[in-house]
C-alpha cells in the first residue's frame, strides 16, 4: 500500500502570506505534486496546523483546496489549529466522545490510529486521561492488528530546545498507554518543521518539513521557535508486511539533472 503523509500546512486567509509565504499557493503545489505522481496513493494523512491561527477563511481555503486532492484525505489538528472552527469547517471528521478529533481508520496495511494532542491556549501538547483512556480501549480492540501512529506533537524530545519546551507534556503516560501493544509499526508526526527520523521505545518515527516554512537545526534558541525557508516536503510512504519505506519528497525543488551533450542540465 502506498500512502501520503503532509503536515504544517498553516494556511491563513487565502491571499496572505506568512513569514513572506504564500502557505496556500504552497499546500496547492504540494497537492498538484500528488495528483501528478501520486495519484494511487491509498490515502493522504495531514498531522495538523492546518490553520495558522485557526481562522475560518484558512479553513475554507485548505477545503477548497483538498477538493482537488485525488487521493482520500485524513485531517489531525495541531497547536495552531482552533478544534471548534475546524470541526465547523470540516463537519464529517470524526470525533471520538469527548469531542476530540481522534479516530480509527481501517487500510489494506492495518489500523491508522489519528489522535488529538491539542490543548487550547497552549502549544503545548498534552495526553489527559480521557484520551488515554480512549488510546488504551482502542489498542486493546486492535492488538492483532498492525497499526500505525498519526499524531501532531511528538511523544518524546527531539533534542531541540524550542521545539521540546513545546513538546508533549504527559509522555510517561503515553508510553505507558502503549506498552502493552507489540505491533505499532510506525509513528507519524507533525510539528517539528524538520525531516527527522529514528525510532522511540522501539517504535519507528518520522516526519518532515511542513509545506509553508520550516525551522532549522538550532540546538540553542529557548523562548521562541526560528523559521526557516528550507524547501517544503511531503512524504511517500509504502507498507508492505515487511517494511515501511518514507520517501521525503522536496516537491519545490527543481535541480533534477538530465543528460545533456557531454554535461547535464536542470530539468524542465
Ligand atoms: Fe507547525
Redesign the pocket.
Known amino acids: 500500500m502506498k500512502f501520503i503523509h503532509v503536515?504544517?500546512p498553516?494556511l491563513v486567509a487565502p491571499g496572505e502570506t506568512l513569514f513572506d509565504l504564500d502557505p496556500l499557493d504552497r499546500l496547492n503545489a504540494c497537492i498538484d505534486d500528488i495528483n501528478a505522481h501520486h495519484g494511487d496513493a491509498a490515502l493522504c494523512v495531514f498531522t495538523?496546523?492546518l490553520a495558522d491561527r485557526g481562522e475560518v477563511a484558512a479553513y475554507g481555503g485548505l477545503r477548497r483546496a483538498l477538493d482537488r486532492l485525488v487521493p482520500p484525505w485524513h485531517l489531525l489538528i495541531?497547536?495552531?489549529d482552533d478544534r471548534p472552527v475546524f470541526a465547523d469547517a470540516f463537519p464529517e471528521t470524526a470525533l471520538d466522545e469527548n469531542g476530540f478529533v481522534q479516530s480509527v481508520l481501517e487500510t489494506d496495511a492495518g489500523a491508522f490510529v489519528l489522535l488529538d494532542t491539542v490543548e487550547a491556549g497552549t502549544h503545548g501538547g498534552r495526553f489527559c486521561e480521557k484520551r488515554c483512556r480512549w488510546l488504551k480501549a482502542r489498542l486493546q480492540e486492535l492488538r492483532d492488528r498492525p497499526v500505525f501512529l498519526f499524531m501532531h506533537h511528538p511523544p518524546f524530545d527531539l533534542h531541540i530546545p524550542c521545539l521540546d519546551e513545546i513538546g508533549l507534556a504527559d509522555q510517561d503516560a503515553f508510553a505507558d498507554a502503549i506498552a502493552g501493544h507489540g505491533n505499532i509499526r510506525h509513528l507519524f508526526f507533525?510539528?517539528a518543521?524538520r525531516p527527522i527520523a529514528g525510532s522511540w521505545r522501539g517504535i519507528p518515527i518520522t516526519t518532515m518539513r511542513?509545506t509553508n516554512h520550516g525551522v532549522p537545526l538550532d540546538l540553542h534558541t529557548r523562548g521562541r521557535v526560528p523559521k526557516s525557508h528550507e524547501p517544503p516536503a511531503y512524504a511517500v510512504v509504502f507498507v508492505d508486511p515487511q517494511s515501511v519505506i518514507v520517501h521525503f519528497h522536496d516537491y519545490l525543488d527543481k535541480t533534477t539533472l538530465v543528460a545533456d551533450g557531454d554535461g547535464y542540465r536542470y530539468a524542465e
Open positions: 503536515t504544517d498553516h495538523g496546523d495541531g497547536n495552531h507533525g510539528h518543521h511542513g
